[in-house]
């Protein structure tokens, strides 16, 4: 076998969390415990810890735009997955990149907060991301918040996947751990309907990246030829287990144990 096909590549757009529980190191270790490589860009260098975002700076859109199309000349990279975008200079050099490269799938967690609050992303970003990056998504990934967030016309969720939907992505995975069910309840939505919903037993805690981990690990499955359904399906199942495995490392949230699968079970 090739050895330059064996093993795809995914380029992933994220924040650099130094806690490693969300951001860029979430999506490194998703990828690669999923089977495929990462190749990592950051958009934004945070301070931030377990229980909250303290302040960010966004990196240089030239910069990350010269370090994007380096890769996508030398690698064949086969997914590409989105998360923190920090303002709308960095949604424009993305978007520049995505209409390049139309056939790789894109798996987009639109960050708006952080999960321990913390805007993240403005109004003038807001727009941006709707008007940019939407239209070039193959798999949305917004939690319930941020469904509303994104719809805020729509009065129910489903509706707010319609509404994304109607914007040009092709899937809308809304998750609802946010939700006040007895179970996390996560749904997908495509060509105007529901296609499916997955029940999860409801975790005791609350996790550090848990966004991040869903639409890296989508991503990963993606690349390695999925169809939409079932990445998100194993995609939400690695992600269970890795909230499952969680190691509480901080004062805040719990940080999910992605390498679960590495460690020998007590």
């Not at 978007?95 to 139309?102: A, C, M, N």
């Not at 809304?174 to 007895?182: A, P, V």
């Not at 005791?204 to 990963?220: D, E, F, N, V």
């Not at 269970?240 to 460690?263: C, D, T, V, Y």
Request: hydrophobic share 40%; proline share 6%; with cysteine.
């Amino acid at each position: 076998m090739n050895p330059s096909t064996t093993l795809p590549v995914v380029l992933c757009f994220s924040g650099l969390d130094p806690t490693g529980g969300a951001g860029i190191q979430a999506d490194i270790e998703t990828i690669t415990s999923m089977g495929a490589h990462p190749a990592p860009i950051i958009t934004a260098l945070t301070v931030q810890d377990t229980s909250r975002v303290r302040r960010f700076e966004p990196v240089n859109s030239l910069l990350l735009v010269e370090q994007a199309r380096s890769i996508l000349e030398d690698m064949p990279v086969a997914g590409i997955k989105i998360g923190m975008l920090a303002n709308r200079a960095i949604i424009e050099a993305i978007h520049s990149i995505l209409i390049d490269y139309p056939d790789i799938p894109v798996v987009l967690d639109p960050i708006v907060n952080a999960g321990g609050g913390g805007q993240l992303l403005d109004e003038n970003g807001l727009d941006a991301l709707l008007e940019l990056l939407v239209p070039q998504t193959t798999v949305l990934t917004p939690n319930s918040v941020e469904a509303r967030i994104l719809a805020r016309d729509a009065d129910t969720l489903s509706a707010c996947a319609e509404s994304l939907l109607d914007r040009g992505c092709r899937y809308v995975l809304i998750t609802g751990s946010h939700e006040t069910t007895e179970g996390v309840v996560n749904t997908l939505y495509s060509n105007h309907r529901e296609l499916e919903q997955t029940d999860w037993q409801r975790l005791p805690h609350q996790y550090h990246g848990s966004g991040c981990t869903l639409a890296a690990a989508i991503a990963a499955m993606l690349a390695q030829g999925l169809d939409p359904v079932m990445a998100a399906n194993e995609a939400q199942t690695f992600t269970w287990e890795s909230l499952k495995h969680a190691h509480r490392l901080g004062m805040g949230q719990l940080i999910p144990n992605r390498l679960f699968w590495a460690r020998e079970e007590d």
